[in-house]
């Protein structure tokens, strides 16, 4: 399975952006994750095959993750952003299992990555 990523770019303080992510194949659980200069990489929001959802706390109540099974696309809604927001956005994807771990790091497959700069 291939993921494709886009959506990222420049955008001032409280303002939003959208990120899509398009898979090759099918897919069970899936998510965003992200990697600020200088920091690990984090679980921003995941989502399994049912659409049940997790939020990291920084972002709750200002991003959605949703998908769409029959596009193979899954999205990020980002509102309300902040300069700490700033980060490479990563899309993950599990495709051996219907397993679903929340906050977990590991997935099968990644995309290439997004760049979202928040400017303060």
């Known amino acids: 399975v291939q993921l494709q990523a886009s959506g990222g770019g420049l955008v001032q303080a409280g303002g939003s952006l959208r990120l899509s992510c398009a898979a090759s194949?099918?897919?069970?659980?899936m998510g965003w994750l992200r990697q600020a200069p200088g920091k690990a990489r984090d679980v921003v929001a995941t989502i399994d095959w049912s659409g049940s959802t997790y939020y990291a706390e920084s972002v709750k109540g200002r991003f959605t993750i949703s998908r769409d099974n029959t596009r193979k696309t899954m999205y990020l809604q980002m509102n309300s952003l902040k300069p700490e927001d700033t980060a490479i956005y990563y899309c993950?994807?599990?495709?051996?299992?219907?397993?679903?771990?929340?906050?977990?790091?590991?997935?099968?497959?990644w995309g290439q990555g997004t760049l979202v700069t928040v400017s303060s």
């Open positions: 993950a994807a599990n495709s051996g299992s219907t397993r679903w771990y929340p906050a977990s790091l590991e997935y099968d497959h």
């Open positions: 194949g099918r897919t069970f659980s």
